[in-house]
């Protein structure tokens, strides 16, 4: 059996069929890409406040927590699903604030996960000789 050539009109519509869900494919995988760093930006401010809540004079670790869970739902409510706050303390009185989540999903099954740590020097008054 010959083979059958497309012609213009033929040849366009099945160009048209490829290439628009490639390019549609492409700026949803790049707005996915550009959600997907500011919600790293967002999770890394939780995680700077949380270790500054938890290492000011007077701090504790469960007022770095509450402070990182209360920057994420200021600004990242929309953005980060499924956030994990946790703090630590760590050898030489270091506080350890880590921040984790995954990124709202634009693009079906894409789900990229999201982290940030902070450690910081607890601060405490001493009295000088």
């Known amino acids: 059996m010959p083979r059958r050539r497309l012609t213009g009109d033929e040849g366009s519509v099945v160009e048209a069929a490829i290439v628009i869900p490639a390019a549609m494919l492409v700026i949803l995988l790049s707005v996915q890409v550009c959600l997907w760093a500011h919600a790293s930006t967002l999770v890394q401010a939780a995680a700077t406040r949380g270790d500054q809540a938890a290492c000011i004079e007077g701090g504790s670790l469960a007022s ?23 703090a630590s303390l760590m050898p030489g009185d270091q506080v350890e604030v880590r921040v984790t989540g995954f990124t709202e999903s634009i693009v079906p099954g894409v789900h990229f996960a999201v982290s940030a740590v902070r450690v910081g020097s607890r601060q405490e008054f001493r009295a000088g000789n």
């Open 64 to 86: 770095g927590i509450a402070e990182a869970r209360s920057a994420l739902a200021e600004t990242a409510n929309e953005v980060v699903v499924n956030p994990s706050v946790d």
